[in-house]
């Protein structure tokens, strides 16, 4: 199945797709992203709820070689072991993941499918099922594994796209999102993230070294490491991982670095200059 033309998104993409949809689910999944045998059969229990309008999996990179594929490696272990369990457990998954995700074709539709007037369209989304008051799932059995970017200029488009997705999305729905009490606590939290500790990450804790002439300031970038490892080798050790999990660890906090620097320049952007990312460009 073709567009008669390109539609300059994947939004465009699969919105142009749903209108020949015929069954009752529609299963988005991106053509880079393998799932498991058993992840479709994992997601579908989560629609014996008519208020549930889409459900997603745990994600894991499908190649963990480049020190790009490991910082999103581990980043995704914490993520998806951490975060986004908390999220279940109070019912509102920040998002639905555009990479593999299940929706009841009926409310797709009424929602208009995917949107293109943000970067990130499986958060626009999530957030507009939330705003018409559906539930969304997450199934942490439920696998799936996208080819993450292996190189910086990959990644580089991809942090681009994500970070003035995010933005976007908060200047988009921020209304409603005030209005959904978890989900406005996780998205305060996911914009102090990417503004306030994003600046003192990248500026304070280098000022602070220089101006007290101490080094051992600069252990702050990495002060909170232990936090991190306890959901990251929870997530690693029932798939028998953890070595790979270890070794990998110092390029989260290098992807992370990168990431402040792309959220902070977004958030520039977006809200400051009023320079609005338009075109979408795929990260790898």
């Given at each position: 199945?073709?567009?008669?033309?390109?539609?300059?998104?994947?939004?465009?993409?699969?919105?142009?797709?749903?209108?020949?949809?015929?069954?009752?689910?529609?299963?988005?999944?991106?053509?880079?992203?393998?799932?498991?045998?058993?992840?479709?059969?994992?997601?579908?229990?989560?629609?014996?709820?008519?208020?549930?309008?889409?459900?997603?999996?745990f994600v894991l990179p499908q190649r963990v070689r480049s020190v790009w594929e490991r910082g999103r490696y581990v980043e995704y272990l914490f993520a998806f072991t951490f975060y986004k369990q908390v999220q279940?457990?109070?019912?509102?998954?920040?998002?639905?993941?555009?990479?593999?995700?299940?929706?009841?074709?009926?409310?797709?539709?009424a929602q208009g499918g995917w949107s293109n007037r943000t970067m990130a369209e499986d958060m626009d989304l999530t957030w507009s099922l939330y705003r018409a008051g559906y539930e969304v799932r997450f199934v942490p059995k439920a696998v799936?594994?996208?080819?993450?970017?292996?190189?910086?200029?990959?990644?580089?488009?991809?942090?681009?796209?994500?970070?003035?997705?995010?933005v976007q999305n908060v200047k988009l729905h921020w209304r409603d999102v005030l209005a959904v009490p978890y989900l406005r606590s996780a998205v305060a939290v996911a914009f102090w993230d990417a503004t306030v500790a994003a600046a003192l990450y990248l500026v304070a804790l280098p000022v602070l070294a220089l101006v007290l002439a101490s080094p051992w300031?600069?252990?702050?970038?990495?002060?909170?490491?232990?936090?991190?490892?306890?959901?990251?080798?929870?997530?690693?050790?029932?798939?028998?991982?953890?070595?790979?999990?270890?070794?990998?660890?110092?390029?989260?906090?290098?992807?992370?670095?990168?990431?402040?620097?792309?959220?902070?320049?977004?958030?520039?952007?977006e809200l400051l200059l009023g320079r609005p990312l338009r075109h979408y460009k795929k990260g790898h």
């Open positions: 199945m073709r567009p008669p033309a390109n539609t300059g998104s994947k939004a465009g993409a699969q919105t142009f797709a749903l209108r020949y949809v015929r069954t009752p689910l529609t299963i988005a999944v991106d053509s880079d992203t393998v799932v498991a045998v058993d992840a479709i059969e994992r997601l579908l229990p989560a629609f014996a709820q008519s208020r549930v309008a889409a459900a997603c999996g279940e457990y109070y019912g509102k998954p920040l998002i639905s993941s555009g990479c593999f995700s299940m929706y009841r074709t009926a409310i797709l539709r799936c594994y996208p080819i993450e970017p292996r190189t910086f200029r990959f990644m580089r488009t991809q942090l681009q796209r994500w970070s003035h997705g995010f300031v600069l252990l702050g970038y990495v002060i909170d490491a232990p936090a991190v490892l306890v959901p990251v080798l929870a997530g690693a050790a029932p798939r028998r991982e953890v070595g790979r999990a270890l070794a990998s660890v110092p390029a989260f906090f290098l992807l992370r670095t990168v990431n402040a620097v792309f959220f902070l320049r977004a958030v520039c952007a």
